[in-house]
């Protein structure tokens, strides 16, 4: 079965701030995974996904992620927190050797507040 | 800018009483999905079709609700009858065909629904 974990429900960063948003990953086979942010009464949005190649994917407003597949991680990362990222972010994982199914499992979210 | 359209944005019912929710997908995509989101919970997987054929509702409960795609440019889910513990925002997701690729699911602007 595959699974997404994000440890922190809440991590808060100081504007102007690196920020870090964790997820580990367990799947069998090759993973796809995505991180997708959510703002308040709005449904989710897709930032990055990592399929293949380059460890270090570079998404949406300013975002990026880093693959690890020896620590099965894709932790999301930003080098100067705006207080407009603050919103629920979401890792979620496929599994490629599921052929055909399309289903995507997703982690518990992780609330992001960057103080002014 | 092509858009997932999900109607209505509000709902709320008695206990007992038919809810239905409506979806329009992006056209062109072939594969839709059917999540609720609530605080206990977080975002839960109920359904999803490719190419109109239902492929997956493991996650949805059998007994009250129900899930179709009269044709490509609508899916529906329906609850019959409604319960208090059914509240909760309902999203619709779309994407293109998954085969060979981590395709991008793009999310609705969400139901929230209030059963009384």
């Known amino acids: 079965a595959q699974s997404v974990a994000q440890p922190e429900d809440q991590v808060n960063v100081a504007e102007g701030n690196p920020l870090t948003v964790k997820c580990t990953y367990s799947?069998?086979?090759?993973?796809?995974l995505f991180w997708y942010v959510q703002y308040p009464n709005r449904g989710l949005q897709f930032l990055l996904k990592?399929?293949?190649?380059?460890?270090l994917v570079k998404g949406s407003y300013g975002f990026e992620a880093e693959f690890n597949k020896s620590q099965t991680s894709f932790h999301l990362k930003k080098p100067s927190a705006l207080v407009s990222d603050s919103a629920l972010y979401f890792c979620?994982?496929?599994?490629?050797?599921?052929?055909?199914?399309?289903?995507?499992?997703f982690g518990t979210g992780t609330r992001l507040t960057i103080i002014p | 800018d092509a858009r997932v359209t999900q109607t209505p944005r509000h709902k709320v019912t008695e206990m007992g009483q038919e809810v239905t929710m409506r979806c329009q997908p992006i056209?062109?995509?072939?594969?839709v999905f059917w999540y609720r989101q609530t605080m206990m919970q977080g975002l839960e997987l109920l359904a999803y079709?490719?190419?109109?054929?239902?492929?997956?509702d493991s996650g949805m409960p059998k007994d009250r609700f129900s899930a179709e795609m009269p044709d490509a440019t609508l899916a529906t889910l329906k609850i019959q009858p409604s319960e208090p513990r059914d509240s909760a925002v309902y999203f619709c997701?779309?994407?293109?065909?998954?085969?060979?690729?981590?395709?991008?699911?793009?999310f609705g602007p969400g139901t929230r629904l209030l059963v009384l």
């Open positions: 997701a779309s994407g293109p065909t998954l085969v060979g690729a981590g395709e991008t699911q793009y």
């Open positions: 799947v069998s086979g090759n993973p796809y």
């Open positions: 990592y399929i293949t190649g380059d460890n």
């Open positions: 979620a994982v496929r599994a490629l050797s599921n052929f055909g199914n399309e289903k995507l499992t």
């Open positions: 056209l062109g995509h072939n594969t």
């Open positions: 079709f490719r190419n109109r054929a239902p492929l997956d």
